[in-house]
């Protein structure tokens, strides 16, 4: 069920709108740790977190729309003002919206093991993880994963311990919990094992952030484009050194057309929109499309400017 528009409004973290690193006390209008809940699936578990420490703010992390919804309920219901959640892929923002050392504490519950290996850079907790650790937590400060998988467990141990930035303490199995999250209740409805592992941080080290601009500016293309040009942009890839990009669509609008685009940083991909427009005084422009906004990467932005460099010599 959806929640009330107030309380995506009061819940709903907009980051793409702000500057980055973000500012947590301006967002929570005080200063407090923060701690980060990456794949909070219903959000059951950072509901009752940030009850259960008033003193901190919260922010959660979701890949789906649906997760985000029945979070925000969950928070109305109790009320909470200390938690936000931001829709997108962990894997990418915990590196891009936090100041170095600015975590408390990183919980990751239950993730999504991916277990093929040809699926492995789907894995949140792939090596460039512990190099965002390194960066984000605050020294002293933990990450803990939680999980039914000992492989994956094993694995995410491997990675952390192989950073010397971290004090890993060795996996404990069926640990006490206080509060058990959804998955964990049916996974030990059906007699699974449960797997924690905490890392420390002792040396923090810099993570290079990628996105630095908030806007994307509008290109202009001297000569308006024909149809012609314009369908021939279907299933062109552009590569770039550190991504890719690929037009999937095209669809005329009542000012120009409509790109519809597939923007790839290493494995953080997005879909997006772009506009061509063309203006009466006959200058062609292409811009972004505001909704799905994507996050300004450096593939969104070498996409458009290749599609701006096809159009010009169409
Ligand atoms: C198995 S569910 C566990 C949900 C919750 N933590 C629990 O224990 O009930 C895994 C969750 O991780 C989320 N997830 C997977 N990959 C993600 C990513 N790259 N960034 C953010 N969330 C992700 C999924 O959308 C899903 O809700």
């Keep these: 069920m959806k929640p009330s528009p107030s309380a995506l409004r009061d819940h709903l973290l907009h980051p793409e709108d702000r500057d980055l690193p973000l500012k947590a006390e301006e967002i929570f209008g005080r200063k407090a740790p923060l701690a980060v809940e990456v794949g909070f699936g219903g ?31 969950h928070f109305e219901d109790s009320k909470r003002s200390n938690v936000r959640l931001v829709q997108g892929d962990a894997r990418y923002l915990l590196r891009e919206l936090f100041a170095a050392g600015s975590l408390r504490h990183v919980l990751m519950q239950f993730p999504m093991p991916w277990p093929k290996e040809k699926h492995a850079k789907h894995r949140v907790s792939s090596p460039g993880f512990a190099a965002t650790l390194a960066d984000v937590l605050e020294p002293g400060c933990s990450f803990e994963l939680v999980t039914d998988q000992d492989w994956y467990a094993a694995e995410t141990e491997t990675h952390l311990s ?23 209740t049916k996974w030990l409805e059906e007699g699974r094992q449960i797997y924690r592992l905490l890392v420390t941080l002792k040396t923090p080290a810099a993570a290079p952030r990628t996105l630095k601009i908030k806007k994307m500016e509008t290109l202009h293309v001297k000569t308006p484009p024909t149809q012609e040009a314009i369908e021939a942009l279907v299933g062109q890839r552009f590569e770039h050194g550190c991504g890719v990009g690929q037009v999937k669509e095209v669809f005329r609008s009542s000012d120009g057309w409509v790109v519809r685009i597939l923007a790839a940083d290493d494995a953080f991909s997005q879909l997006f929109h772009a506009r061509i427009v063309v203006k009466k005084d006959g200058r062609c422009l292409l811009r972004i499309d505001e909704v799905p906004r994507p996050y300004y990467t450096a593939a969104v932005r070498q996409t458009l400017e290749s599609i701006s460099r096809v159009l010009q010599n169409a």
């Design 43 to 73: 959000g059951e578990y950072l509901n009752w977190w940030a009850g259960e420490q008033p003193d901190w703010n919260f922010i959660g992390i979701e890949l789906p729309l649906d997760c985000i919804f029945r979070a925000a309920r």
């Design 162 to 184: 192989a950073n010397p930035a971290f004090d890993v303490t060795p996996v404990e199995i069926n640990p006490e919990r206080p509060f058990r999250t959804r998955y964990e």
